[in-house]
């Protein structure tokens, strides 16, 4: 961190100042100008407060060197991290391939879907038993007993379930039940579920905030490890634009400057970040070939039937079809699927 000062600082100001900043473990190097100082602090800077610092009227800028997120910095952590779900992993030479419905309907709907999409490669199976909907009066899923069907799916196929949960009290009570717990983009920012999330060691999908940038996705997997999980994946679903003919915008740069920034596994979604099924195939293959470690796809049998997100669900014989174009693209990349 440096810490410019104005010319307003006096001698005895400046000692303060360092001898504070001192007290909090960082050591302080003084660069004495005519008209500015400039503090070069090294250390655990983490701590120091930023605008306390700025709350003073002779210091001119704090500017960080360092980014706030150690856990998830690919600098202290250069390898790539690869997850373990069960008996699959997620961020390592093999592809993650998560598919299934939006939400979880019927045992019959499920244990189907999850059997195809199985049959066609996904090594993951998702599913919403609670579901965060825009309007109170739309289908809120099917709650503690589409988490009963997911598990049967899951016995009927081996796949490990990837499933939403919106609350601390909700992770309490199901998180044992689930492979892979995922925390939806409009709870990106959720302090309290990140930080239960923290406390347990099953692995967390963190999904990208409709208007979250880099790295304030990082920072919430931040929380997550601060609390001692380290087990977090990483999801590009679309962001937020000016632009509505997509239902949000997929920023595939995000992906590499994810990689280039943390350790952490990244996948995409490209079902809720295109928002239409006809683009779900090529976004899918666009995934892969700048670098994801796997995708996050809705499969339903009877689209315009779905109870949720039909509009970009694609059907199980589509899904079968992209993954063999998935497959040589992975193929192309050095991965595996
Ligand atoms: C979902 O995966 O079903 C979902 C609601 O996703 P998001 O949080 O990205 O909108
Ligand atoms: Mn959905």
Known sequence: MVIVLNSLASS??????????????CSVWPTYGKFQTILGIVGDTGKLDRDYLLSKHYVEKVLS???????????????????????????????AIIAGPCSVESQEQIVT??????AAGAGFLRGGAFKPRSSPYSFQGMQQEGLELLKLAREATGLPIVTEIMSVKQLEDHHEDIDVVQIGARNM????????????????????????????????????????????????????????YTRNTLDLSAVLAIKRLSHLPVIVDPSHAAGLWWMVESLSKAAVAVGA???????????????CDGQQSIKPERFAALMQSLRAIAHIENRTL
């Open 189 to 244: 920012q959720n302090f309290d579920l990140l930080k239960a999330a923290g406390q347990i060691e099953k692995p967390i999908l963190l999904k990208r905030g409709l208007s979250a940038t880099v790295e304030e996705l990082l920072m919430s997997a931040e929380y997550i490890m601060a609390g001692g999980n380290e087990n977090v994946i990483l999801c590009e679903r679309g962001i937020r634009t000016f632009e509505t």
């Open 113 to 118: 879907i999850a059997q195809e999409v199985k």
């Open 12 to 25: 005895e100001q400046i000692e303060k100042l360092k001898q504070e900043l001192e007290d909090y473990g």
């Open 65 to 95: 060197v360092q980014e706030p997120y150690k856990k998830a910095n690919r600098t202290f952590h250069p390898e790539n991290t690869v997850i373990r779900a069960g008996s699959a992993t997620i961020g390592g030479n093999q592809l």
């Open 293 to 307: 470690d796997g995708v996050i796809i809705e499969v339903h049998q009877d689209p315009s039937n779905a109870k």
